[in-house]
């Protein structure tokens, strides 16, 4: 049983948390500095993060050359190449309009090109394109000790199990891979709000040297030993986000909503520790767990979507896609599809109530209301 | 190092978590059957709790007596007692408009009276009251194995360290005393909006029993082997709303609110284990943990209070409490206050910077923006 300690007797503890605020100094095992910076992408996400690790690198070029180069998919934009607005605006006028980039992004269209001699990798792309992409970075060659990075939301699974992008990358290049997920609405970082996110590592001193790339004041970066809890908690709160949005859309209130939120909380943690080993329980009070979950189930794109599915019987996720994202894609309902196939493939449905009420009633017609009959 | 696991090689896991959906079934230890039961307090929590038990007592008479008896603080209404317009109309028209009470609810007005032969005591008062009904219910004299259990939100210290309420109960009747604590907005409760609550014992028998009377397919109660932690989430809560409501006057988004509920809820966290001694880690992710808190820092009083507090310069919390809340009293303010004192009193500050922000913002005067430059 628990007993109230006295306030006088006891020691001052410092109970510092194994992260928390904790900055630390060191670097890559090669001597080869200061080390290049390869940006693989350049969508919305992509550049609110370039003007961020582009302003740190400017200010250690004992670190970091200073020249971040951002790989980006070409495209024309009124009549002119996105990589040379981007060259001579110093603006992604498609996906980050208003926000200038620090000069010291370049863009570069070609891919081998852009990765020639990077001692870091960051991924920032949709999933899908990393099947071609990768094949391409490993012929171009990669310098020794390079290092990855994914701010990749999403899993995966083949018959062996659950397969994270993370691994995907770690397996296609031989390189380590950690991972940066996080409270982070795009534009609110833009804009310079304070926030904080995670970066999940595999290797403390990778985690040491990606945390000098991304920390600032207000985008605090805290390292954590844990990629794959990370990981998973940025692919599985989009899950959660429909389930907080069916909510919305029926009306329900705000013990409702919370009551959802912590069931798929719980579900979330379940899975971690179902189809993972290792996986750390602090890492469900880092920024990529209950607060990136708290954002996305208020305000996400899944949880907007959903509540518009339930209010507008027959719409459906291609046509919100198509028409409220203009032509972004939703996540959580492809998460949503994968982590069904997995735990109906294990048997594991009873374990997973709510994400399996979730499937249904996005995929199968269940009615919205089943989502409090658990 | 974490890793996958094989999805197909690993046996079933049941992995239930330890009370999740457990429903107990036992009794107290008494052998005296019928149980009666004796709710303390009939303000707006109250009788919103009391039209839930009053059912369940309804419907398992070999378990309770189906007279609920509730102690009314006695005032007029209309020139009628407050006791007997509950008594003759079923409906508290001054806390819980709106809303009939079952008939077996029986208002109580004496205090003594009320609480002659009970086997359950439910106190939901406010905290003060406490000082003065207690000893009257010594006095009384309570039947073998009456048990207690507190729906108060608040903390106390004395020289000896943190005083919970639940703990002033206990030491002044000598009897065991859970706590009942969740994301339950009260009005979305009565009107049988689905949500969950957390019962915490210190006795498995005790809270069986107690999921028996306060459970229903709409209002689920788990039950928790911690009360200290179950009880200190619901008063901490308080103050980590203080803090979103002043991040929501200063027009931040979502992922600063998001950052400092997080940092709020590490707070709680540390809070509990500081200062006292076998807390659980679990009892975070409860209803009583991170879904009250996101209610309250979403829907609360404290939260719209902080938030004026901030827009409206000048204004003082006692105004607000008198005009705002029509005379209703914030809870966060108070709490704010007994955590500084012990925090300080502790040469605990640094390990608690949101906390101490949130009380100089509140009560020195402190620029609300120092809440993310901590």
Partial sequence: MSSAKPLLSKR??????????????????T?????????????????????IIAANMASSPDVFDPVLTMWVFEETVDGRKLSEIINSDHENVKYLPGYKLPTNVVAVPDLKEAVAGADVLIFCVPHQFLGKMLPQIKDQGLVPDCIGVSLIKGIDFDDQGVVLVSSIIQTALDIDCSVLMGANVAN??????????????????????????????????????????VELCGALKNVVALGAGFCDGLGYGGNTKAAIIRLGLIEMKKFCYRFFDGIKEDTFFESCGVADLITTCFGGRNRKCAELFVKDKGVTWEEMEATVLNGQKLQGTGTAKEVFHIIEKTHSLPEFPLFAAIYRIAFEGADPTTIVKL
Wanted: net charge positive.
């Fill in 12 to 29: 001052q503890s410092s109970s510092s948390s194994s992260s928390n605020g904790i900055m630390h100094k060191c670097q890559l095992s």
């Fill in 31 to 51: 001597n080869r500095s200061p080390k290049k910076v390869c940006l693989v992408g350049s969508g919305n996400w992509g550049c609110v993060i370039a003007r």
């Fill in 188 to 229: 609110e970082v833009a804009a310079g709000d304070f926030c904080e996110s995670t970066l999940g590592c595999n290797d403390l001193r990778h985690g040491a040297f990606l945390q000098d790339l991304f920390h600032t004041n207000r985008f605090r970066v805290n390292v954590v030993l844990d990629p794959h809890g």
